[in-house]
């Protein structure tokens, strides 16, 4: 016993820290018919409940979180996903590409391509490019300085949204927007490898776009089948599932439109659940994707449950 005590002596009650705090790389991958879905993280930011939701009282806030188990700030998973059909890679939103790095609310954002690749893609694969609105956290992924981030790709997006975005403003003036000053498109255009679209349309077999107007004037939102499968990516249609499942009406001041917003968001659920649609959220709880479902007049967030897949 003495030679234990002198061999190990007095042990620490505390393992030293991981000298990098991270998670496991942010990908998550399910099949969906015949076509394998890949949700791609680019970051969590932590955002106050009321300052994305000031419609909603302090006491809904409190109540709701507490009864989700969270806490305020809440943290907002920033989501894309990467649909391979079998004949083409096709990648719905790009990220922050990290140009919001300057903003210590956005630091560590900016992981879509390490992801990417973490995942076994590389951005050389990428077919097609869609963008369900123009928003940092969407486009910012675009470009790599000023050149294409995903140089063989065909970009996509409504040509509502594309005419807003040139004729805004906003990227002259909002210092959230500093990042986005230049035509993130314009690589893609000078190269001729973007496209747009001006209709609820197929744009490659198997993928569609569908109008959503409200959260910006030209927001889109994408419909995946296959084999009898249908999946919606909402693109912000939900912005905190911990509040607007349970009170979709609940709109937000990132709304362009937020009566409009409103009315597609609740169109969307709606249609989810009543036909047992999967859904897929830029901003719902990573991966995001899962299940509505309606019970005694009020929706509710199924996630999906992680599974490996089959090799």
Do not use: C
Request: glycine content about 10%.
């Amino acid at each position: 016993m003495a030679f234990v005590a002198a061999t190990f002596g007095p042990t620490s009650a505390h393992a030293a820290a991981p000298l990098v705090k991270t998670q496991a790389p942010g990908f998550y991958r399910m099949m969906f018919g015949d076509f394998e879905v890949t949700a791609l993280n680019d970051g969590v930011v932590a955002y106050p409940t009321a300052q994305v939701l000031p419609s909603a009282t302090p006491e809904v806030i409190q109540a709701t979180l507490s009864a989700t188990g969270l806490k305020d700030p809440v943290g907002m998973s920033y989501n894309a996903f990467l649909i391979n059909t079998g004949s083409k890679l096709v990648l719905i939103d790009t990220g922050t590409g990290g140009k919001l790095d300057d903003s210590p609310l956005f630091h560590g954002a900016g992981r879509l391509v390490a992801n990417l690749r973490a995942a076994g893609y590389q951005p050389e694969q990428i077919d097609e490019v869609y963008i369900t609105h123009v928003g940092p956290d969407h486009i910012g992924g675009l470009t790599l300085g000023n050149q294409r981030a995903f140089p063989n790709a065909v970009l996509r997006t409504s040509k509502a949204e594309m005419d807003a975005y040139l004729n805004s403003d906003k990227a002259r003036e909002d210092k959230f927007w500093h990042p986005f000053r230049s035509n993130l498109f314009e690589p893609y255009i000078v190269a001729g490898r973007f496209r747009s679209f001006d209709q609820d349309m197929a744009l490659v077999p198997g993928i569609r776009a569908l109008a959503t107007p409200g959260h910006t004037p030209g927001h889109t939102s994408f419909v995946i089948e296959s084999k009898g499968q249908t999946l919606i990516v909402l693109g912000d249609l939900v912005l905190m599932g911990a509040m607007q499942f349970s009170d979709p009406t609940l709109s937000s001041p990132f709304d362009a439109d937020p009566n409009a917003a409103t009315a597609q968001r609740k169109r969307m659920l709606h249609l989810a659940a009543d036909h047992d649609h999967w859904v897929a959220g830029a901003h719902l709880s990573f991966p995001g994707i899962g299940h509505v479902r309606f019970k005694h007049g009020q929706y509710s967030w199924k996630p999906v449950n992680y599974t490996i897949p089959q090799q």
